[in-house]
């Protein structure tokens, strides 16, 4: 289905809990989240009646987000139930990682083909800080489950930090030598709640390129990253820029939240609710989210956050 721009939109994420084991400092409050009440949530009917919806409106990639998605109890009959969905291309999931020891082989049963794993740094001390209470080898050991099942991709997504871990990008980038993985590093975002953060700490993607000149352009996948390799590399070298450079004119995404809530656009506040409606009321609010898509986000920095009402961990990413 095309919006009013012309943008084939193609792509749901759906973030199916907004709670996490992890409190990363750019996307969660050091105390966590309040448990939303289970009359405030989409139950998980709605939830794949919601997905038949849109895929029946055009949508053939669904990504699972969170909150972290495997600390939901549920997740292994919410993915085959979607995997059970006709015409769907692929079933991605965007994972800490931490719990993939156990869930790997799981996911792919149930029919996830593609994993994306967060993992901003390879120092044990400064996963703890950046994530509050997690142990690096937890997520080590997650990359090696997800390694071992055979998963059709597996990307290693860290968030650039100026001051931070920008000293660790040729290791991060190495990662794509020593396993069949890509590696990509996403600019972080100002949203309302990560007042960790000072002016130095927003760093361009362009960053990976001056540190690795050695990098070699390849093509697009249609994706919003900017590609690259090591000359040896297994794996590829993504940069996406959602600052320094928007993508929003081939945006091809919606977002669907565990509170039954669509957002058009991952910055702005614009919501559009199907918990509690009926098929032909879940299909206009598909269709309104879709009409409800803008040009663009507006400008983000510091001093003017996203306008998202939202934080990271209940919208997804
Ligand atoms: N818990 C899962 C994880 O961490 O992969 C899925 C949810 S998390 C919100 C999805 C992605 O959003 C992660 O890769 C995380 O690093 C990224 N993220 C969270 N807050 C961000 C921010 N302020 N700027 C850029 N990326 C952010
Ligand atoms: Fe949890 Fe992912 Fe947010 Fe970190 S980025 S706190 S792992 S939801």
Redesign the pocket.
């Known amino acids: 289905m095309k919006d009013k721009f012309g943008r084939d939109i193609t792509y749901l994420r759906v973030s199916i809990t907004d709670l996490?084991n992890?409190?990363?400092r750019y996307?969660?409050p050091e105390e966590g989240v309040p448990k939303k009440k289970h009359a405030d949530l989409i139950t998980q009917e709605e939830l794949i009646k919601a997905i038949q919806i849109a895929v029946s409106l055009g949508i053939k990639k669904i990504r699972i987000t969170?909150?972290?998605p495997l600390s939901k109890p549920n997740i292994i009959p919410i993915c085959e139930q979607i995997a059970a969905i006709p015409h769907i291309d692929h079933i991605c999931i965007t994972t800490?990682g931490t719990f993939l020891p156990k869930y790997a082989l799981a996911l792919k049963s149930a029919g996830v083909t593609r994993v994306n794993i967060?993992m901003d740094t390879l120092v044990p001390e400064k996963y703890r800080y950046i994530?509050r209470v997690g142990q690096l080898d937890d997520v080590l050991q997650g990359i090696d489950s997800a390694l071992s099942v055979g998963f059709e991709k597996i990307k290693i997504n860290a968030v650039l930090i100026g001051g931070f871990n920008d000293d660790e990008i040729p290791d991060l980038c190495r990662m794509t030598e020593k396993y069949p993985v890509d590696m990509r590093f996403i600019e972080l975002m100002p949203m309302s709640g990560n007042f960790d953060f000072d002016d130095k700490s927003y760093v361009s993607g362009d960053i990976v390129l001056e540190k690795m000149p050695e990098l070699v352009p390849v093509d697009l996948d249609g994706g919003v990253a900017r590609l690259y390799k090591l000359p040896s590399g297994q794996g590829r070298i993504g940069i996406i820029n959602p600052i320094s450079s928007h993508f929003c004119g081939t945006c091809n995404r919606l977002r669907l939240m565990s509170d039954g809530k669509i957002k058009p656009c991952l910055h702005t506040s614009q919501e559009f609710s199907v918990k509690g409606l009926d098929d032909e009321g879940m299909r206009q609010q598909f269709l309104n989210a879709i009409e409800a898509k803008p040009a663009r986000h507006p400008d983000l920095s510091k001093d003017s956050p996203s306008q998202s009402i939202r934080n990271?961990?209940e919208i997804g990413g």
């Open positions: 996490c992890l409190r990363c996307c969660m969170g909150g972290e800490n967060s994530t990271m961990n």
